[in-house]
């Protein structure tokens, strides 16, 4: 499409506004994060809830979601690990987000994201589908960071068959026998690097889990209260009659549901933020 130089200099003026008005959405959200764990990079992890294909492709969505959140906002996305549907959609995805403030963004998203399909009533009877994926957040450990886990707690999985030759598969499972917690990697070359990077995802989440409890060590972790951080539902996003996104722990609601499907989520972002950081009077 060829522009008249007039018609390319407004082009030019609403690319630039456009970018402009982000990065200043961007530095609001930033100085509200005070805390130095806020600043690091993130992992987070999506999975599908119970409800089959509908929800795989539940999580599937939410995973699109965080990607263009993430590379509109200039950060660097890795997919860690992948786990794909019986049909469609996935099980489960980690995403590593690097770039600073990643993790004191993100884990505001950390809980049940529900999608609702409301059925008009035919017959009198109406019905309410809904489905959830979980979302996981923590953050991405610097290698001098310390945090002991025994071997014994570990049950490590690797693959030793070949399906392809030419294309081994390198994946490795991590099994955290005190918390039950599973990691499975299989998206770098070689069974070390999956490895090494399934462990470094198990240690983030372990912190995580430290700091929620308040617990100095790995050992004083309470496995039952884990399933708990995840489950709790913190946003619906209602598609159908009509359109709404609601978040529940902050009250805020809009309809543009497309546009925060397509990564637009900073509204919710900034208003958790400004409700755990708000000064006391």
Not at 150 to 162: A, G, Q, V
């Amino acid at each position: 499409m060829e522009f008249s130089p007039d018609e390319q200099l407004l082009h030019e003026v609403q690319t630039n506004l456009i970018q402009l008005q982000q990065e200043v959405k961007t530095i609001e959200i930033q100085q509200l994060l005070v805390d130095s764990y806020n600043q690091k990079s993130a992992f987070l992890t999506i999975t599908a809830g119970i409800g089959g294909i509908d929800a795989e492709d539940w999580a599937s969505i939410l995973l699109r979601m965080y990607h263009r959140w993430a590379n509109s906002h200039n950060y660097r996305v890795n997919l860690a690990e992948e786990s794909h549907g019986d049909v469609a959609g996935i099980n489960s995805a980690t995403l590593e987000i690097t770039g600073l403030y990643a993790y004191g963004c993100l884990k505001s998203e950390q809980g049940s994201h529900v999608k609702i399909v409301r059925i008009p009533p035919q017959n009198g009877n109406g019905k309410r589908l809904t489905c959830f994926a979980n979302v996981e957040v923590s953050p991405i450990l610097d290698e001098s960071f310390e945090l002991e886990i025994p071997e014994k707690d570990l049950d490590i999985t690797k693959c030793w068959h070949r399906r392809n030759l030419n294309r081994p598969e390198t994946w490795v499972k991590v099994f955290h026998i005190p918390t039950g917690i599973t990691i499975f990697c299989n998206q770098e070359r070689n069974q070390l690097q999956n490895q090494e990077q399934a462990l470094a995802i198990l240690k983030s989440k372990l912190w995580a889990f430290m700091q929620a409890q308040g617990v100095q060590d790995v050992a004083g972790i309470q496995f039952g209260k884990i399933k708990s951080l995840f489950k709790k539902p913190i946003r619906e996003y209602i598609l159908h009659p009509y359109t709404r996104v609601n978040d529940l722990h902050t009250q805020v609601e809009t309809t543009s549901v497309t546009e925060v499907l397509n990564g637009d989520i900073d509204i919710f972002i900034k208003a958790y933020l400004q409700q755990q950081y708000q000064p006391l009077e």
